[in-house]
């Protein structure tokens, strides 16, 4: 069970525009830690997305795009493209009693219709 | 450009020891911290740890403390992460990954196949 959940799968069909969200709590996102996502296409190492909660790192299209609130985070992509499936994870930094620790969530699967 | 080559697919026995690499190029190697991030078939990612070239200093998750050992040799730009006795579970994907200080993973390498079977 990952310390940021988010949800198993998404799907949206060409031109559409799909959410993830990444929930976490007060010892992680909550606590202000910065949230980055990875884009993992199928066979290939995972790639950074979105780092400090909302920037692209040059090359990403500007069809994505991140924000953050509270205990929560989420990724947008719009103009969804066949391309765009892929697996994507929400990353952050925990720091309960169990200690200091980078996190991720479980991975969402998105499925381009 | 910035690249980590890691070294090729491995397949051991349950009991056998294993040191897999990571070799970066195209930045100034001791600068960044190297991590570890290890993926279970059909599974999620998980952060193993990481390590400060320049003065190796090292983190652990609490999760793979004294399960593995994470090392680098500057002299050569190459981090190494270890196991002195390996067991079926350990089969998976590993990748290595520079670390920038907010601690997002910029660049990845191509992972590291490791199976344990007997």
């Known amino acids: 069970q990952s310390v940021l959940t988010q949800p198993p799968s998404v799907s949206g069909a060409p031109g559409q525009r799909v959410t993830i969200s990444c929930t976490g709590s007060s010892s992680n996102i909550g606590a202000g830690y910065d949230v980055h996502w990875y884009q993992q296409l199928p066979g290939t190492a995972p790639k950074l997305l979105i780092y400090?909660?909302?920037n692209r790192p040059s090359g990403v299209p500007d069809r994505f795009s991140g924000s953050k609130s509270g205990t929560s985070a989420s990724l947008a992509i719009t103009g969804l493209q066949a391309e765009d499936e892929a697996d994507y994870y929400c990353?952050?930094?925990?720091?309960?009693?169990?200690?200091?620790?980078?996190?991720f969530g479980g991975g969402t699967k998105l499925t381009v219709l | 450009e910035v690249q980590l080559v890691q070294s090729g697919a491995e397949v051991k026995k349950p009991g056998e020891s294993l040191k897999i690499s990571c070799k970066g190029s195209?930045?100034?190697?001791?600068?960044?911290?190297i991590g570890w991030v290890r993926q279970m078939p059909g599974k999620g990612l998980e952060w193993m740890g990481i390590?400060?070239?320049?003065?190796?200093?090292?983190r652990y998750s609490p999760s793979f403390q004294g399960q593995v050992t994470i090392s680098a040799d500057k002299s050569i730009s190459t981090a190494y992460l270890q196991w002195s006795s390996l067991k079926a579970s350990d089969t998976a994907m590993y990748y290595c990954?520079?670390?920038?200080?907010?601690?997002?993973?910029?660049?990845w390498g191509q992972g590291t196949l490791v199976t344990v079977s007997s």
């Open positions: 990954v520079r670390c920038m200080l907010t601690l997002e993973f910029d660049y």
């Open positions: 195209g930045y100034s190697f001791t600068s960044y911290w």
């Open positions: 390590i400060y070239p320049g003065d190796s200093d090292t």
């Open positions: 400090g909660n909302s």
């Open positions: 990353q952050s930094y925990d720091s309960s009693l169990s200690g200091p620790n980078v996190v």
